[in-house]
């Protein structure tokens, strides 16, 4: 059998045990049926109940499961198939609670899981299943009209949907859903050559959006939207820290610069191995299979997507060598630049309501993997260096100015001959006198002006000042130099942090503990030492005494080493590897 099933069947079987003492059972608690989750409440989300009714339902109807057709779990599934109707709103939508309520794709996340295990249970032979099972066809037939009409937020929301929309219209063959799924479909894929989503979200939302579409094509006989999930499956073989750790360094969501692994990757692996006889997606669903501990959202759920999608057993499949060693730079040929030219033209003046305009999107992005060491460079993100030396993690460089004032997010990446460049070329000026022509009547007629009613867009620009700053950044012989210059502008106040894990101990000789994980290297060298792994950075410099810059944050839970500059400056940093 199937190690990484056994695996999951007892991850399952011990989380059902776990969540069956935390459901309500006060019949005058408008919870009633729910189980309690981190909130101290019960929610009707997918990360909550739902996700936990997945659990249950593969256990009720798993031979291999301690509670195979045990009525007590059977009596519990059905009070929380009552919770999630009762918790529905009338609209069809639920709310997710920490946010977006009466939400449409947080609807469709919960009917992305609803609808397979409701499939689950109803084809599987076991009469006393079939009341739960009908009460779940009634959830879903009521999120039906929100589906039709319900917008999103964010750039995966849109696949959401349509995964909805699609699984669905499996029970529902109702070719509205069709037509609503082809409207998002229209908008066109958000992806890059190289593979990688709008929100460059390796840690969650790229594993969202890969099993959405895959759902989406499969259902709806479209498989031209699979190019994508190829395309970021493959791309994500190269974004992996020895440790298994997932890079999250230039996130664009709330994945950045937090810990993940692969684990919610390991379903979407297997389907697509399966469905292209793919080694290398087979060795990657095994691999991220080694990481689950926990069960996952709804969507997402790895033992119910085995049980309900038997044919894509891939045990008989070979297996590719995961690659060790190689140097590449994602999303080299994407013509970012010539995307970011058309925003003018498109209108919408870089608004848009409750999301983020993720102009990032494409960046290029530098990978370098020599076993245990593992290093990212990368552009228009608050760190532009990264390294993990075994078990040493510096996870991020970043620069911080006083001239925007603030980080310093590089925009250009290039390749050079011994090494890669980065530079940004910064400007700030001062916004002259409204045009007289421009002036709304009240300002004219010496009424009260608000400064929000004045037509700023019109002020002409007086004395733009630029400051360029640059990275080169070299690999030598166990170690990296990265020299930092500046331009000739004199006395701008600038600081370079090393962000570094919290595990390991730092020590140096002219190292000024500053407080709360705090320091500041004033000349020579560092060590920063973990678990027997141990870079050295050199050198220090002090040469203004604030402690950090404005609007600049150093969040807790890591290192940081500050040196100070002012500006001009040329600087070349060395980090050693021991």
Known sequence: MDAIYQKLVKINDDY??????????????KYVGGVIDETGIARANHMSTPSIMACWASALVNPDSRYYHDEKLLTAFEMAADFILNRQHADGTV????????????????????????????????AAVKPAAAKLKLFLERTIPAMLTGGCHTPNHRWVITAALALLYEIFPMPELVARADEWLAEGMDITEDGEWTERSNGIYNAVSDIALYHTAKLFNRPDLLDGVRRNLNMMVYLIHPSGEVVTDYSGRQ????????????????????????????????????????????????????????????????????????TLMLNEKHPMEKHLKQIDRVGHHMKIQHSSMHVAF??????????????????????????????????????????????????????????????????????????????????????????????????????????????????????????????????????????????????????ADAGDGKYFLKSGGMRYEAEGDAIEISSGAYEHFLPALREDQHPIGCRYVHVNLVTPFDRTFTIRLR
């Not at 059902?16 to 608690?29: H, Y």
């Not at 689950?292 to 044919?311: D, F, Q, T, W």
């Not at 960046?363 to 993997?369: N, S, W, Y």
């Open 255 to 326: 994945d950045f610069g937090e810990t993940y692994d692969m684990a919610t990757y390991f379903l979407i692996y297997r389907l697509m191995a399966a469905h292209d006889r793919n080694p290398l997606f087979a060795a990657m669903s095994d691999y991220a299979g080694t990481f689950i501990r926990k069960s996952e959202a709804v969507n997402n759920h790895a033992l119910l997507g085995m049980l309900l999608y038997p044919e894509t057993a891939i045990e008989d499949l070979e297996r590719a060598e995961l690659p060790e060693r190689y």
């Open 362 to 511: 494409g960046a290029p992005i530098v990978r370098i993997r020599d076993r245990e060491q593992s290093v990212t460079i990368m552009p228009l993100a608050p760190s532009f260096f990264s390294l993990r030396h075994g078990k040493v993690r510096l996870l991020g460089m970043k620069l911080s100015t006083s001239f925007s004032p603030g980080i310093i997010k590089f925009n250009h990446l290039t390749a050079a001959e011994s090494g890669y460049k980065l530079n940004i070329v910064m400007e700030k000026g001062y916004n002259g006198p409204i045009p007289q022509p421009f002036l709304p009547e009240a300002a004219q007629q010496g009424q009260v002006s608000p400064w929000y009613l004045l037509p700023h867009q019109h002020r002409p620009m007086t004395h733009l000042q630029t400051h360029e700053i640059q990275a080169e950044i070299v690999q030598g012989d166990s170690e990296w130099q990265i020299r930092i210059h500046s331009d000739a502008r004199e006395d701008v106040f600038t600081q370079l942090s090393f962000i570094l894990g919290d595990e390991g101990q730092v020590s140096g000789e002219d190292l």
């Open 95 to 126: 709310s997710l609670g920490s946010t977006n309520y009466n939400s449409p794709p947080d609807t469709a996340f919960v009917v992305g899981g609803v609808t397979q295990f409701y499939q689950l249970l109803e084809a599987h032979d076991w």
């Open 16 to 29: 059902t045990a776990s969540t069956l003492g935390r459901q309500i059972l006060d019949p005058n608690s």
